[in-house]
Structures are given as C-alpha cells and as structure tokens.
DNA sequence: CACCCTCCGTAACAAGCGTTACGGTAACAT
DNA sequence: ATGTTACCGTAACGCTTGTTACGGAGGGTG
C-alpha cells in the first residue's frame, strides 16, 4: 500500500526538481517534462501526483518558504544575542554560497512568474509580510529603546538590501563576492546603530 | 522609401511592446503573436524586423538600459547639488509610481529570462556595472573625503536596497507605499552619513 | 491460482509556439 | 502605363507544450 508519507516524500522530490530546473534553466524551460527528467521519473508520475502543472509549481513555492521558514528559525534560536539573531538572518537571505545564490535564483523565477498567477503572488505576498514581520521583532530586540517608527523603516532597509544584494549576486557573482555582501551587511548594521 | 529612422522606430514600437506584454502578463506569455497584438500589428511585421524572436528581446532589453541611462543623466544635470543627486537617482530606481512599477516588473522578467541566456545575462552585468560605476560617483561626490572602500561599501548598500525594495514593492504595491519606500531612503542616507 | 486494486510508464491528443514561404499591395522609376 | 522593388499580412510548417487515456507490472486477498 502507499503510505501518505510516500506521495508526500514524492511530491518534496518533485519540487526540490523544480527548483532545480528553475535554477539551472530557467523560467522558459520549466516545463513538466524538465522537471520529470531532473526527478529522473516520467510526466506520468509527476501527473498523477499533481492534478496540473500550476499545482506543482504551486507546491514547489510553498515547500520553499517553510524550507526557509525553518532555516531561519534555527538560525535564530541558535543565536547567543538579539543583534548576532539579526545578522544570521539576514545573512542568510544573501548569495554568499552556491546554495544560497541558487536559492536566489529560483525565488527570482517564482517572483516572475507570480507576475501572471494571482495565487502565486497571494503566496509572494503572505510569505514576504511573514518574513517582513519576522525581522522587525528581530530589530526590535536589538533596539529595545526604538520607537516603532524607526524600527520599520530600518527594518525595511535591511530587508530591501539583504533582497536585493542577493538577485545582484545571483545575477553577477563574479561581481559580487560574498566578502563584499558581508562588509556590506555590518557597514549597514553599523550605520543603523545595530553593530 | 523607409528611412532607417522609419525602422527603428518601429524597432522602438515593438520593444515597448515587448515591456507591455513583460509588464501585464508575465514572461511566460511573452510570445511573438503576444507582443505583436500589443504591438498592433500582426507576427509577420515582427519577423520582418527582427531576425527571431531572441533578437527581439536582446534589443527590448538594450533599449531599456539606454532609456533608463537617459533618464538617470537629466535627473543628474538637474540637481542643484551631489547630494540632491545621489537621492534623485536613487529614488527613481525604486517603484513609488505605477510607471517605476512597470518598470522594475519588466527588469525582473528580463532577469529571470537572463537566466538561461547567456546574452541577455551578459547584457545585465554590463549594464549593472555601469550603474554600479555611477552610484560610486554619486557617492563619492557627495562624500568627498571618505576613502574608497567606504564609498563602495556604501554605494552597494545603497544600490542593493533600492532594487530590492523596488522588487517588493513591484510585487506587493499595499505592502510598500511610495512615502515609506522614500522615507525607507531617507533613513538610510542619513545613517550612512548622506542626509 | 485467480482476482482486484494501486501505481506509473507509454503513447497519443489538441493547442500553441517560433519560424518560413508565399502573395498581394503600394510607391517609385522609367 | 508598366516594370521593379520594398514592405508586410496570411497561412502554413514542424515542434514542443500540458493534459488525457490506455495498459502493464506488482502485491495483497480470496
């Protein structure tokens, strides 16, 4: 008999396909053929786990977020003060490593692609104001005397930056190594008063 | 007869067609008959003009660059001083209006298509660094005695968070509202010392 | 052994894609 | 008026896409 953690253990590996093909092929060739071939299976398995394509990618996004959700929150409870909490996650929303630059790029292709699917951009958005939320209460632990005001807006900067440095560094690597990202991050944290 | 002039505005027509179809429908409906029906004329007109469709693309995206390049240089000539320069540069990278909106939708499709060309990824980089260059400029003529790691660690803080947040703000417009983007800048040009 | 049910690879389908070839139209030259 | 040339809309081609339907393999159950 099949075990629900046997389609469920099928479906991560379809998505961690997905990411994989968006990452090393792009948007453009992200089709169910690709994403079958890169599982090593065929359209037919992919077919039957998921009603359609959209579904999949639909899977694949979120499998993404709570994949990094997780991440983040080991980082953070792993940390020995608010403001080391604070740079750990940002840190890890950088391209500093094959796998984080990877991890950029397929949030990239999800982001492009949310731009003609209204559920893909519902997840963006509910995933991004988590995320967003997640790192003013991080600001604020390491800034207990901040009005809320300046808590969002430095809050803000960083995500923006930590965002954007990444797509930068996807895009650019050579451009942008990961000791640049990092002195970049903490002349950051310094100016904000959060070194 | 058909002046060369005649021709590259058509060039031209098509290439804002290539950013309307980029804008509102996603790059995964970018397609020749797609861009001709915004475009207003039929796929034969396209193919008359470009010699496949990768061509198209690669001159919708140069185009981009030099109109934006265009842009930046009279925000430039029309500061009435370096730091004035800096923020209004800076400010027009960011998504504070349904045109920047569009805009930086577009640059994120053509970054995400970038992924599997190696063109069009060239094209980015060279554009990027350009833009790179200029923000260092910018910087370092409105903080004429830093020296000159601290101009480009700043210049890259800088140029990172404006495209990310322009990037969040492009997919989440309620969640990202023109006066905190600019109050979001503020904050950071004064920490850094710009204000 | 026979039966059945689940799982999934194979093959086909219609639709949409980029691209090509053809044919008509309009303007200019003679 | 006639021939020539440039321009571009129309229609078709082959290919790839998402999706569907069929059929066989494998393991429980009587």
Redo the contacts between chains.
């Keep these: 008999m099949s075990l629900p953690a046997d389609r469920a253990a099928q479906g991560e590996a379809l998505s961690r396909a997905v990411w994989d093909v968006?990452?090393q092929?792009?948007?453009?060739?992200l089709t169910v053929r690709a994403v079958a071939a890169a599982a090593g299976c065929t359209t037919g398995l992919v077919m039957h786990r998921f009603p359609n394509r959209r579904a999949l990618l639909l899977h694949a996004r979120q499998l993404l977020h709570d994949t990094t959700r997780q991440r983040v929150e080991a980082l953070e409870a792993a940390a020995t003060s608010p403001r080391a909490a604070l740079r750990a996650v940002l840190r890890q929303g950088m391209a500093t490593d094959p796998e984080t630059t990877n991890w950029s790029?397929v949030w990239?292709?999800f982001?492009?692609?949310?731009?003609?699917?209204a559920e893909l951009?519902g997840m963006?958005?509910r995933n991004?104001?988590a995320w967003?939320q997640r790192l003013e209460r991080l600001v604020a632990a390491a800034a207990t005397d901040w009005p809320v005001d300046?808590v969002?807006?430095?809050a803000?900067?960083l995500?923006?930056?930590?965002?954007?440095?990444?797509?930068?560094a996807a895009?650019?690597p050579a451009?942008?190594p990961a000791d640049?990202q990092e002195?970049?991050l903490d002349?950051?944290l310094v100016?904000?008063?959060l070194g």
């Design positions: 968006l990452a092929q792009g948007l453009e060739k790029i990239l292709g982001l492009a692609a949310a731009v003609a699917d951009i963006h958005r991004n104001r967003r300046q969002g807006m430095v803000l900067g995500i923006a930056m930590t965002e954007g440095v990444a797509a930068l895009a650019d451009a942008y640049q002195r970049m002349a950051a100016a904000y008063g």
